[in-house]
């Protein structure tokens, strides 16, 4: 008889990058198991804001292409061809442009998105109100991104794990993993409060909690946790149809030269607010959700107040009604960031069987399920795709 607690693959973690390599792996007619902490989608992957997408293929798909058009068609297939109620749906973006510097800046970003065949537009806030009647009217105008859309966080999270599921995987929660050791043979033995597991492979995919799992192996996994913090509006009648957000950051951040003290691409400096970032949109429950800020503050899950007034008055300046609308919940999430900016995900250099996949910082809910793809298809065949040489973990993976 198969022991229940021995398989091919052993998934550390049960968010979206955990699960979309288990229901790869599964489809491959791999053993999985998956060991979670918690419940699957209860950290970041779970209280996400859902956006998905960016720019489409374009002419010569390079990893972001890869990660972001390959998971929106993943998350497609789940709705439609699987039966998967996942609020999937894909209406678009619009970013806000609030000054002229920033109109010029994103007029030649659009420029080249198109001349390398992707998907993005420069309207006027006038062209934006007649498909969006709720933005605007003072701001000089927004970049439509059409390839954009959105899914339930948690629903499509637990939409992998139940796909897995169904192709034979076994999924564990509240089983927290207290140690990894390899056997002689190169395969793994994995302790956890409630027994061992046994692998030939071994996958970590433990999101923002990279660092202390590879404390336990001897190894550094350069992730930072940062803190995302999140607010609604109670549930009103449908009003914002688009993902929202501004162009204010991606515009500061391109003009900041980098700080080596923290990874790229957040609104903290310590204490100190380097830039407004702002996105969110409209669930299917009525909510209206915002959020952006991105803080390196530990493993803190307090939204801060402060933060949040400053993020709902940016959004203000986007859609005027949201304003006038209280604020009846906040939360917040740990996403875990790179220092370089880039995912890491492939074969750890330091051990025999064993794989990475996490660094996908903020938009890591639409990149999982094609990171958890391509993952699967370099364990099953034992060959990366070329587009994960720029992600592999030995730029950046050390003994420690
Ligand atoms: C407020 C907020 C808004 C966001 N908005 C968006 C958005 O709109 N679009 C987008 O694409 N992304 C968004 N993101 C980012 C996205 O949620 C993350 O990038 C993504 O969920 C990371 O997935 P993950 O599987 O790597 O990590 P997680 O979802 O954090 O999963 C890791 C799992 O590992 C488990 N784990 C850790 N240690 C152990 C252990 N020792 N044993 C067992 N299990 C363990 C944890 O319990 C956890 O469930 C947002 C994030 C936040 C916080």
């Not at 007029?107 to 309207?123: F, I, K, S, T």
Request: proline share 6%; aromatic share 8%.
């Amino acid at each position: 008889m198969v022991n229940s607690n021995e398989s091919d693959v052993l998934v550390i973690g049960g968010g979206i990058c955990g699960v979309a390599t288990a229901f790869h792996l599964a489809q491959l007619g791999q053993r999985v198991t998956v060991l979670e902490r918690g419940e699957i989608a209860s950290e970041a992957s779970g209280v996400n804001a859902g956006g998905l997408g960016g720019l489409g293929w374009g002419n010569n798909p390079d990893l972001q292409s890869y990660l972001t058009a390959g998971s929106f068609e993943i998350f497609k297939t789940l709705q439609l061809d699987m039966g998967y109620d996942i609020e999937f749906m894909a209406p678009g973006g619009l970013q806000g442009i609030h000054t002229a510097e920033q109109w010029d800046w994103v007029r030649d970003r659009v420029h080249n998105y198109q001349m390398h065949g992707y998907h993005a537009e420069l309207l006027t806030s006038r062209e934006t109100r007649a498909m969006e009647p709720e933005t605007s009217e003072s701001l000089p105008g927004f970049m439509y991104l059409p390839k954009r859309g959105k899914a339930n966080p948690t629903k499509a999270t637990m939409a992998f794990s139940d796909a897995a599921a169904a192709l034979g995987a076994i999924i564990k929660t509240g089983h927290n993993v207290e140690g990894m050791t390899q056997q002689q043979d190169g395969s793994w033995q994995v302790q956890t409060n409630q027994g061992e597991f046994r692998a030939k492979t071994l996958v970590l995919a433990v999101g923002a909690w990279s660092r202390p799992v590879g404390d336990m192996l001897g190894i550094e996994i350069p992730i930072a946790p940062i803190k995302g913090q999140m607010w609604a509006t109670a549930p009103v009648p449908p009003s914002i149809f688009h993902l929202s957000g501004s162009m204010e950051s991606p515009f500061d951040w391109s003009q900041q030269s980098p700080d080596n003290n923290f990874p790229p691409e957040i609104t903290h400096h310590g204490d100190t607010r380097v830039t407004r970032h702002l996105y969110g949109g409209q669930s299917r429950n009525g909510e209206i959700i915002f959020g952006g800020d991105r803080q390196l503050v530990g493993y803190d899950y307090t939204p801060d107040a402060t933060g949040i007034e400053v993020n709902r008055g940016h959004a203000s300046e986007i859609i005027p009604l949201v304003g006038k609308l209280p604020i009846v919940r906040t939360w917040a999430g740990i996403m875990p960031f790179s220092m370089d900016g880039k995912p890491i995900i492939g074969k750890i250099p330091q051990f025999d069987n064993l794989f990475v996949l996490t660094g996908l910082a903020s938009s890591g809910f639409g990149r999982g399920p094609m990171s958890g793809k391509l993952l699967a298809d370099y364990i099953h065949t034992g060959h990366p795709a070329p587009v994960l040489s720029e992600v592999d973990p030995a730029r950046c993976v050390i003994f420690k």
